[in-house]
């Protein structure tokens, strides 16, 4: 059983930054995916940034430029920073953990939300105008 915890949450006026943490226990896999997502009052969860065993990260058109998510190994940590955020940014955002199996490609949609094993409990993202 993985044990996600997000921190780092709060609230930013619009042009400010963020950094976003998600610290996991209990892994017995080595090759994994993390992901970011992040769902806004009365709206579906969406994708924001993923990041594989291998690196390559991913991320949804509406925060590439803006957002980077990186990982350090040694606190098995993965990071969302968050540059110049703006209001629409404002949501719950949750950080999700799977086994990764594939090499190159991910064989999976990493965008889906079901595709991910496990989820923290979020931290809240308020951007003011």
């Known amino acids: 059983q993985v044990q996600l915890v997000e921190s780092g949450g709060g609230l930013v006026q619009a042009g400010g930054s963020l950094r976003l943490s998600c610290a996991a226990s209990?892994?017995?896999?080595?090759?994994?995916?993390m992901a970011w997502f992040r769902q806004a009052p009365g709206k579906e969860r969406e994708f924001v940034a993923a990041?594989?065993?291998?690196?390559?990260?991913y991320y949804a058109d509406s925060v590439k430029g803006r957002f980077t998510v990186s990982r350090d190994n040694a606190k098995n940590t993965v990071y969302l920073q968050m540059n110049s955020l703006k209001p629409e940014d404002t949501a719950v955002y949750y950080c999700?953990?799977?086994?990764?199996?594939?090499?190159?490609?991910?064989?999976?949609?990493?965008?889906?939300?079901?595709?991910?094993?496990?989820w923290g409990q979020g931290t809240q993202v308020t951007v003011s105008s």
């Open positions: 999700a953990d799977r086994q990764d199996v594939s090499y190159y490609s991910p064989s999976y949609d990493y965008t889906d939300k079901n595709e991910y094993t496990y």
């Open positions: 209990g892994r017995t896999y080595s090759r994994y995916a």
């Open positions: 990041i594989r065993w291998n690196s390559n990260t």
